[in-house]
């Protein structure tokens, strides 16, 4: 069983910074994508950023520039470093690992991550 808990989120005015982590416990980590998604009330549930188990990252075009997805496999975590915050990033963000290990293609896709965190809001102020 796969627990992920993610941290960091908040209250913040536009073009201020936040850091997202998420900690990952239960299989073997590093043998994992790990992604972010994000949720807007009254929207389904979207992808933002990636990092395969290889280390490969790929972002979401609207926060590219703007956040930085990262790993520590010894210490089991995925941190979402946001900054130039936007109102339009406020939403639920969630962390997510990927279903199969060593997945040749690093996805985008929900359906293909599972074992999601609880959630952590995000809120920019204008």
């Known amino acids: 069983q796969v627990q992920l808990v993610e941290s960091g989120g908040g209250l913040v005015q536009a073009g201020d910074s936040l850091r997202l982590s998420c900690a990952a416990s239960?299989?073997?980590?590093?043998?994992?994508?790990m992604g972010w998604f994000r949720q807007a009330p009254g929207k389904e549930r979207d992808f933002v950023a990636a990092?395969?188990?290889?280390?490969?990252?790929v972002y979401v075009d609207s926060v590219k520039g703007r956040f930085t997805i990262a790993r520590d496999n010894a210490k089991t975590t995925v941190s979402l470093q946001m900054s130039s915050l936007k109102p339009e990033d406020t939403a639920v963000y969630y962390c997510?690992?990927?279903?199969?290990?060593?997945?040749?293609?690093?996805?985008?896709?929900?359906?293909?991550?599972?074992?999601w965190g609880q959630g952590t809001q995000v809120t920019v102020s204008s």
């Open positions: 239960g299989r073997s980590f590093s043998d994992y994508t």
């Open positions: 990092i395969k188990w290889s280390g490969s990252v």
């Open positions: 997510a690992a990927d279903r199969i290990p060593w997945r040749p293609i690093l996805s985008t896709e929900l359906v293909d991550y599972t074992h």
